[in-house]
């Protein structure tokens, strides 16, 4: 920098000696074609010549800072242009983020949703820092970027978890407020040829029992659970008679299914879980290949169209009027 201001002062020491250098030379041109036109010129006229060369030489002089500082202020007026145009486009762009954010805070108090809550995430958010491991950071950006998208797709009418769900199951049922009617397909809570190492004995299965039980208990949810026998004889299985005492323990109203009874023409056969009428959790398992094996869950998808919610309330109803308590 210090190099810059030492050449621009040099500069600026030239053109000074150039502009005298020029108002001199037209001052002794004038005065020398002053004296060739009067060579007789007494002391009077050569006082006038002198005068009126100096005179020019320093209008000269003048001409020329003026039009230095006239081409200064035209191109100060262009870079202040072009500063506050730089200014406005960030005060703008500022004040468009900002609106954008009064308008979609303004979105959030109109709707049902919690401001609060949204609030924290969005300040905790924020708490993590590029600066952090790459790694902690990437996986925070991926889980903001996982949330909006499972929020949009519940928006539009279903979303889809890619495998077996951990969380939604256990959430919606803690956020039931009326009642939970529930399908259990042998072949989905079953763990393969016995209800011993199946669903219900998982973390996940002892989990969501007690999520019902509080229900029940806490909140007087009404659970309703129908399991259908797609399988020979796993009503007459000591295991999964446990399972049911287990149910029925945790205020659940039991019961049972034989697949064959069910007019597969009126509905067709999924396991879903219905949410206080307004939300089904459906699971998608794969074909098994083997008698008796234990299938694998391929997705979960969480369906709220009113259309499909109506059907699976239709179907359940259909299948508990079929089927039988369990008995003692």
């Keep these: 920098m210090s190099r810059d201001i030492v050449g621009s002062s040099g500069a600026s020491h030239v053109r000074i000696a150039r502009r005298i250098l020029v108002s001199l030379a037209i001052g002794a041109t004038t005065y020398g074609l002053t004296s060739l036109a009067d060579a007789t010129s007494s002391n009077d006229a050569a006082l006038t010549a002198l005068t009126l060369s100096v005179f020019l030489g320093g209008a000269v002089l003048v001409v020329q800072f003026l039009m230095e500082i006239d081409g200064r202020l035209r191109g100060l007026e262009v870079r202040q242009a072009a500063h506050e145009s730089r200014v406005e486009g960030v005060v703008q762009g500022a004040f468009a983020q900002i609106n954008e954010a009064a308008r979609l805070f303004g979105l959030l108090e109109e709707t049902a949703a919690r401001s609060d809550a949204v609030t924290q995430m969005v300040r905790h958010a924020i708490l993590i820092k590029p600066s952090q491991p790459g790694v902690v950071y990437d996986f925070a950006q991926s889980e903001i970027g996982r949330t909006s998208s499972f929020l949009k797709a519940l928006a539009a009418g ?9 969380d939604w ?10 009642h939970i009617d529930a399908t259990s397909f042998a072949t989905v809570d079953a763990g393969g040829e016995s209800f011993s190492d199946g669903f219900w004995h998982t973390p996940l ?3 969501y029992l007690k999520a019902q039980s509080d229900a029940v208990h806490d909140r007087g ?9 797609d399988k020979p004889d796993f ?38 879980i219905l949410f206080d009428g307004g939300v089904s959790y459906e699971t998608v398992v ?12 391929l997705n979960t998808k969480l369906v709220l169209d009113i259309g499909q919610i109506r059907k699976r309330v239709a179907d359940f109803e259909y299948l508990w009027s079929l089927g039988e308590p369990i008995s003692g």
Excluded: K
Aim: hydrophobic share 40%; with cysteine; aromatic share 8%.
């Design 158 to 166: 279903e979303a889809t978890y890619e495998g077996e769900d951990r």
């Design 169 to 178: 199951l256990i959430g919606l049922t803690d956020c039931t407020r009326s």
């Design 205 to 207: 299965g002892r989990r």
């Design 221 to 229: 949810v009404t659970v309703r659970r129908i399991f259908i026998f």
């Design 235 to 272: 009503d007459a299985d000591s295991d999964f008679r446990d399972i049911c005492a287990m149910q029925v323990a945790a205020g659940v109203d039991v019961r049972v299914l034989e697949h064959n009874r069910i007019n597969q023409s009126l509905m067709d056969l999924r396991d879903f």
């Design 286 to 297: 794969s074909a098994s290949q083997r008698a008796f094996a234990s299938p694998s869950i």
